[in-house]
């Protein structure tokens, strides 16, 4: 039961352009979503997150949007340069009142980017 | 302390041994996590430690993988009898906080190659 969905495997975009990566997830207790890049041989970094309490998030060149009733979010990179070419990790986490999975995070299947310059 | 670090980065064993990896996560971290990534899927979630005590383990983590994190500093996890479908990249995390909402940093992983 794969919870957290990314359904492209791969994207390839113009150096300078916007690339706009998605996932899809289908447990509505999660409300909290991380976005992580990791490059080959090295561990996953952190990107952006936003909580569902927020419809978008914005640091830099990224944004993440939320939209709750399509269990959807996105990652818009603008502009694109060729040192954002990595895996893409969409992830979530839910916030289980008296529960003890506070922070486990359920990933998606990952999303190459491949920026041309 | 620049991070997450995880020992050793590679570990080629025979198929039937036992195998050890360490995490030492950010020092004022008290969440800390074990995942595993095999190609071409995201990371899967194996087992969680808050501070010492270890809160929940996946259904993925059968009975020949144990982890430990004495005194909530650094964490170990084994695997007995290794066997080739345990082949992947162990990856550590560690995260600050006591809800939801705080993102995990990860270390560079451990890739472990059964053979």
């Known amino acids: 039961d794969q919870q957290v969905k990314q359904n492209s495997p791969s994207l390839s975009v113009q150096e300078g352009r916007i690339s706009i990566l998605n996932c899809d997830y289908t447990?509505?207790?999660?409300?909290?979503f991380l976005w992580y890049k990791k490059y080959p041989a090295e561990g996953p970094t952190f990107l952006i997150s936003i909580s569902s309490i927020k419809d978008k998030n914005e640091d830099g060149r990224f944004t993440v949007f939320l939209n709750k009733s399509a269990k959807h979010l996105s990652l818009h990179i603008v502009p694109s340069q060729p040192g954002d070419s990595a895996v893409y990790f969409c992830a979530a986490s839910a916030h289980w009142a008296g529960g003890t999975s506070y922070g486990k995070l359920t990933f998606g299947q990952g999303t190459i980017l491949t920026v041309h310059p | 302390d620049t991070g997450v670090s995880q020992n050793p980065r590679h570990k080629i064993t025979k198929r039937g041994q036992n195998v050890t990896f360490r995490c030492d996560p950010i020092s004022e971290h008290n969440r800390l996590y074990w995942y595993r990534q095999t190609l071409g899927q995201g990371p899967e979630f194996l087992t969680y430690f808050q501070n010492e005590a270890q809160l929940e383990k996946s259904r993925l983590l059968s009975d020949r993988f144990s982890a430990e994190r004495p005194k909530g500093s650094f964490s170990t996890l084994e695997i007995q009898r290794t066997e080739q479908g345990d082949s992947a990249m162990y990856l550590c995390?560690?995260?600050?906080?006591?809800?939801?909402?705080?993102?995990?940093?990860f270390g560079q992983g451990t890739r472990l190659t059964v053979v």
């Open positions: 995390a560690s995260s600050q906080g006591i809800g939801a909402r705080t993102e995990a940093f």
């Open positions: 447990n509505s207790m999660f409300d909290y």
